[in-house]
């Protein structure tokens, strides 16, 4: 699939396209602003009925290549609650903090090393109104069981690697794995933002696709390369289009103390470049302070070389909350179609909500019963829509804007020569294919 059309307008890099993604996203059932009958509750969003098949389809094929497609990674699910053991051996409850800073004239808060001015509130312009920067620490504390008492605490996991470090014993003893190999996990985590924004890039609660990948001391150089192209190919090979995506090195000064390189696969946003994942060597770091922490040896032990060593770690963590945003930016467009303008997602279809839609050009049983049964024939293999309310032209553009690649209509001639029109969302173009040949003609194109 393409990306953006070079004629359309509100492309990315401009605030015009973020208004207009934020709208679609609303209207089409994309996402829902929480808690919305309430007055809302913010930084928090509801995904809607088209927005959930979405960011499913990003993480399934997040999965898809991670896991699926390799014998060296398998996958995990761990816990979101976590003593406080945990964060204290990964640094997580010393040192997972921000500056943050009160202006005194308006009463807001902000990060400070986020404001364009640290002189400067953005919210009232006053100069000089800020008190010291304090260090907050962005971690959800709470309360397990009846009793609240120091035994009782525990965290909402702020990121989902540690679950990968301290299962790490477990795998190697349960499973067949080998260094190099990696856990993968997808799942939700919760940082108390100062300042959240820019819609679902920077909320409390948002979904991480992460994966630790340990490996050898010594190969552990050529495995952060690996993986930076890897991850950077992956976005490329999903529909982003190669000028909005870039891969950027951090500088000496920006890396973490464990860290000897890291790099970030960054996007064009409305707002410019941001990130939507880090590839981090972590070097021995987090299984070394486990180890030290719970009295467990976190280590592989190669017999046919007779030696033990701890695993240096690769980590790709990528947002699955801001990549779907990402995609939807990469894939909004507008063009110009007899007059009227046509608004399209060219979404790739491994990304894309619905796959097919199945229209019939009568709501009458005769074309609606038999267009009712083809869609249903094909759900056992595609997310299929059915819509059959307002003229057809309408239709169109309703999956337009959903990001449907493949449009079927069934018309009166269906009933007679058992084909119908088949339409393709970026070009437009129409085909008639024989009813009982549909489900692989889509298949060839599709899977």
Not at 211 to 223: I, N
Not at 332 to 358: C, F, M, N, Q, S
Not at 372 to 384: E, K, N, W, Y
Request: net charge negative; with cysteine; proline share 6%.
């Amino acid at each position: 699939m393409s990306g953006p059309s070079e004629s359309g307008s509100g492309k990315v890099g401009t605030p015009e396209l973020f208004d207009k993604v934020v709208n679609l996203t609303k209207r089409r059932g994309f996402v829902y602003p929480s808690a919305e009958i309430y007055g809302g509750f913010r930084s928090t969003y509801d995904y809607g009925p088209i927005g959930v098949l979405l960011l499913r389809n990003v993480k399934d094929a997040w999965w898809r290549s991670m896991v699926q497609l390799r014998e060296d990674v398998v996958g995990l699910d761990a816990s979101i609650l976590s003593p406080p053991q945990i964060w204290e051996a990964s640094g997580h409850l010393a040192n997972f903090t921000d500056p943050l800073v009160d202006c005194t004239k308006c009463n807001t808060r902000h990060r400070l090393d986020k404001l364009d001015d640290p002189e400067v509130c953005p919210n009232c312009g006053a100069r000089g109104s800020f008190t010291e920067p304090r260090e907050f620490n962005l971690m959800f504390k709470t309360q397990a069981g009846p009793v609240q008492d120091a035994g009782a605490v525990a965290y909402l996991r702020p990121e989902t690697a540690q679950g990968m470090f301290i299962n790490f014993k477990n795998v190697i003893d349960t499973t067949r794995v080998r260094p190099p190999f990696g856990i993968a996990q997808v799942g939700k985590s919760f940082r108390n933002e100062i300042t959240p924004g820019n819609f679902v890039f920077r909320t409390r609660e948002f979904e991480q696709m992460e994966m630790e990948f340990f490996v050898h001391p010594d190969e552990a150089q050529q495995w952060y390369e690996y993986w930076c192209a890897e991850r950077y190919q992956w976005y490329l090979d999903h529909g982003m289009p190669e000028d909005q995506l870039r891969l950027r090195p951090h500088d000496d000064d920006e890396l973490s103390h464990y860290s000897s390189g890291t790099s970030d696969v960054e996007f064009l946003f409305p707002w410019g470049w941001d990130e939507l994942e880090g590839i981090a060597n972590r070097g021995n770091y987090d299984l070394t302070q486990h180890a030290a922490h719970s009295g467990e040896k976190l280590e592989w032990y190669d017999q046919a070389a007779n030696e033990r060593w701890v695993p240096h770690v690769i980590e790709p963590a990528a947002g699955a909350t801001r990549t779907a945003m990402a995609f939807l930016m990469a894939a909004y467009d507008e063009e110009e179609v007899k007059g009227e303008t046509r608004v399209v997602l060219r979404l790739h279809h491994r990304i894309a909500p619905y796959k097919v839609a199945v229209l019939p050009l009568s709501k009458k049983a005769e074309l609606a019963d038999p267009a009712r049964a083809l869609a249903q024939q094909l759900r056992g293999s595609f997310m299929t829509d059915y819509d059959e309310t307002q003229s057809i032209g309408r239709r169109y553009r309703r999956q337009d804007e959903l990001g449907t690649p493949y449009c079927i209509t069934f018309d009166f001639d269906s009933l007679e020569d058992h084909a119908v029109t088949v339409r393709e969302r970026d070009s437009m173009e129409q085909e008639r294919i024989a009813i009982a040949d549909v489900a692989s003609y889509l298949r060839e194109r599709m899977i």
